[in-house]
C-alpha cells in the first residue's frame, strides 16, 4: 500500500494487493460457504440441552443479555456472512412456528453441512448429495410417526402436557423451578384454547413482568394485569363485583379546529368560563354514573379538574391504558369500546368480580389486577425476578413452554428426548442406505452420521465422553430394539427416556 497525489493536491491509496486478489468459485465457494455455517453452528453447540451453557451478549449500546435460546442468540451476534444469516433465519422460523429447539436445528443444519464437506472431497456432485440427503429425510420422518407416542389429556388430567413443558424448561434458567412453571403455563393455554377445533391464540396469553421479588412469586392472573394505577391516589384500592366502562374519547373539553383567542378582561368573564368548562366534566361524569359504570378505563389522560371530579363523585378510573390492552380488556369483561360519552349505555359496560391495584415493596411501582372476568378469552403469566436480564430470560422460557403446549393441543404426538430419536432415526436411515444403488447411499450415510451430532453435543455439554457415551447408547438400541434410549444428561442412572 502506498500513498500518491491527483493532479489536484488530493491523496490516494493504491493497494497493491488488489491485483493479486481473486473471487473463488465453485467447489471452494461452496466450502468456504460451509466453514461459516459450521462456525455458527460450533458458536450454539455448547448451549445444547439441560446443562447446556449460557451465552452472556453485549449490543453495540452496551446491553448486556444472558441467555441459552438459541433464536436470541443469534439475533444478538452480528453475522456477516450470507449462509451465517441463513442460519438466523432458520432459527427465527424455528422459533416462530414451534416455539422450542431453536439451539437443535441450528447444530443439526450445521452437522449436516459438515458431512456434505467430505462428500463433496470424494468428487460426488452437490445435487447427488442433495438428493441423498432428501431420501434419509424421508425415511427418517417415516421412523419417526412408528417411533412416536401419542400422549392423551384432558382437563381433569394435565399431567403429560405438564411433563412435557418441564422437559422444555429444564435447560433454562427456571430449570428448579420447573414443576410450577410448567403448571402455570399449561393452565394458561388450556384457559385460551379452543379444544374441540384444537387451536390456541397465544396472542390472548400476556406474559408481563416486573422487576422485584423472587422467580418463585410469578403466577397466573385469570384476567388482566395493567401497568398503571389509579389516576387519583384517594380513589379506592380494590373493588368487587364492580362494571365496567371502557372509553376512547378524552375527559376533556372540545377545542375547535381552527385558531382561536379568548379575550377576557374581567373576573365575571373568567368565572362563567370557568364554570362552563366545570360543567362539561360533570356532565360527562354524570353520564358514566347515569350508565350504570363503578370502573373507567380510558385510552386517553385527563387533566386535574376531571380527575378531581371523578374522585369527588366516587368513580374510580385508569388513564392511559395502549389500545392491545383496551381490545383484551373489552374482550375478557365483554364490555364495548366506545368512541363518545353520548354512546355510553348501561349495556355497553363489562364486568369483573374484582379489580385491585397492587405495589412492590418500598416502589412506587403500581399495577392493577382485573380478574374474575366472564368471558375467560384472555389471560396474564405475572413474572417476577430480581433484575431486568433476569426477567427476560424467564419471559423467553415462558415462551418456549406455552408454544410445547399449544403444539400438544394441535398434535399429541411425542418423540423422547435424551438424543434418542435422532439414534434410532440414524440406524433406520443407515439400514435404509444398504438398500439403495447409487452414489446417492454416501449421502445416506452421512444424514445419519449428521443426526449424532445432537446426541454427541448432550454427553459433550453434560461432561460424559462423549464418542463412549454415543456408541454405547447405540449398541444398546440395536441389540433391545428400543428407540427410547438415550443419553442420560441428568446422571439419573438410566438411559430409558420413558423412566426419566
Keep these: 500500500m502506498s500513498l500518491a497525489f491527483d493532479d489536484y493536491g488530493r491523496p490516494f491509496i493504491i493497494l497493491r494487493e488488489q491485483g493479486s486478489k481473486s473471487r473463488i468459485r465453485g467447489i471452494e465457494a461452496v466450502k468456504a460457504n460451509i466453514l461459516a455455517a459450521k462456525s455458527v453452528a460450533r458458536t450454539l453447540r455448547s448451549s445444547l440441552g439441560p446443562k447446556g451453557m449460557d451465552k452472556m451478549l453485549q449490543s453495540p449500546d452496551g446491553d448486556v443479555t444472558i441467555t441459552n435460546d438459541g433464536a436470541t442468540i443469534l439475533e444478538q451476534m452480528e453475522v456477516q456472512n450470507q449462509i451465517g444469516k441463513l442460519l438466523v433465519e432458520l432459527s427465527k422460523s424455528q422459533d416462530h412456528e414451534i ?5 437443535g436445528v441450528v447444530v443439526l443444519a450445521g452437522s449436516l453441512l459438515e458431512q456434505a464437506e467430505s462428500l463433496l472431497d470424494m468428487g460426488i456432485h452437490p445435487l447427488r448429495v442433495a438428493e441423498g440427503y432428501e431420501m434419509g429425510c424421508k425415511v427418517a420422518t417415516a421412523h419417526l410417526d412408528t417411533i412416536a407416542t401419542k400422549w392423551d389429556f384432558s382437563q381433569d388430567n394435565l399431567e403429560p402436557l405438564i411433563q412435557t413443558c418441564m422437559t422444555t424448561l429444564s435447560s433454562k434458567v427456571v430449570g428448579r423451578l420447573k414443576r410450577p412453571m ?3 403455563c399449561v393452565k394458561a393455554v388450556l384457559a385460551v384454547a379452543d379444544l374441540p377445533r384444537k387451536d390456541v391464540n397465544l396472542d390472548l396469553i400476556k406474559v ?3 422487576v422485584g421479588g423472587a422467580m418463585a412469586d410469578t403466577r397466573l392472573v385469570e384476567g388482566i394485569v395493567i401497568d398503571k394505577d389509579f389516576s387519583h391516589p384517594q380513589m379506592p384500592k380494590e373493588l368487587k363485583d364492580v362494571k365496567v366502562a371502557i372509553l376512547t374519547c378524552p375527559f376533556e373539553p372540545p377545542k375547535p379546529k381552527t385558531k382561536h383567542k379568548v379575550d377576557i378582561d374581567t373576573v365575571q368573564k373568567f368565572e362563567s368560563l370557568r364554570q362552563a368548562e366545570q360543567q362539561y366534566f360533570v356532565d360527562m361524569v354524570q353520564k358514566c354514573k347515569d350508565a350504570g359504570a363503578g370502573l373507567v378505563i380510558c385510552q386517553w389522560g385527563f387533566d386535574d379538574e376531571a380527575n378531581h371530579l371523578l374522585m369527588h363523585h366516587k368513580l374510580p378510573a385508569i ?6 390492552e383496551i381490545e383484551l380488556l373489552a374482550m375478557a369483561t365483554g364490555a ?4 363518545r360519552f353520548e354512546e355510553l349505555s348501561p349495556d355497553k359496560l363489562g364486568f369483573a368480580k374484582s379489580v385491585r391495584e397492587v405495589g412492590y415493596g418500598t416502589t412506587k411501582d403500581r399495577s392493577i389486577i382485573i380478574e374474575g372476568c366472564p368471558n375467560l378469552s384472555a389471560v396474564t403469566i405475572w413474572v417476577r425476578g430480581g433484575n431486568r436480564m433476569v426477567l427476560d430470560e424467564v419471559r423467553r422460557s415462558l415462551h418456549d413452554a406455552l408454544c410445547v403446549a399449544r403444539n400438544l393441543v394441535r398434535d399429541n404426538s411425542i418423540v423422547y428426548g435424551g438424543g434418542s430419536a435422532e439414534i434410532s432415526c ?17 449421502a445416506m450415510r452421512a444424514f445419519a452420521d449428521a443426526l449424532e451430532a445432537v446426541p454427541l453435543a448432550l454427553a459433550e455439554n453434560s461432561g460424559l465422553p462423549s464418542i463412549e457415551s454415543l456408541t454405547a447408547v447405540k449398541a444398546r438400541q440395536l441389540a433391545e430394539n428400543n428407540p427410547h434410549l438415550g443419553i442420560d444428561c441428568n446422571d439419573r442412572g438410566t438411559n430409558d427416556m420413558r423412566e426419566q
Excluded: F
Excluded at 99 to 103: E, L
Excluded at 319 to 324: A, F, K, N, Y
Design 336 to 339: 364495548r369500546i366506545v368512541p
Design 99 to 103: 416455539g422450542d429447539g431453536t439451539t
Design 208 to 210: 408481563e413482568g416486573k
Design 182 to 184: 410448567a403448571e402455570i
Design 426 to 442: 440414524s440406524l433406520a436411515v443407515e439400514a435404509a442406505a444398504d438398500q439403495v444403488v447409487g452414489v446417492e447411499q454416501y
Design 319 to 324: 388513564r392511559w391504558v395502549g389500545g392491545v
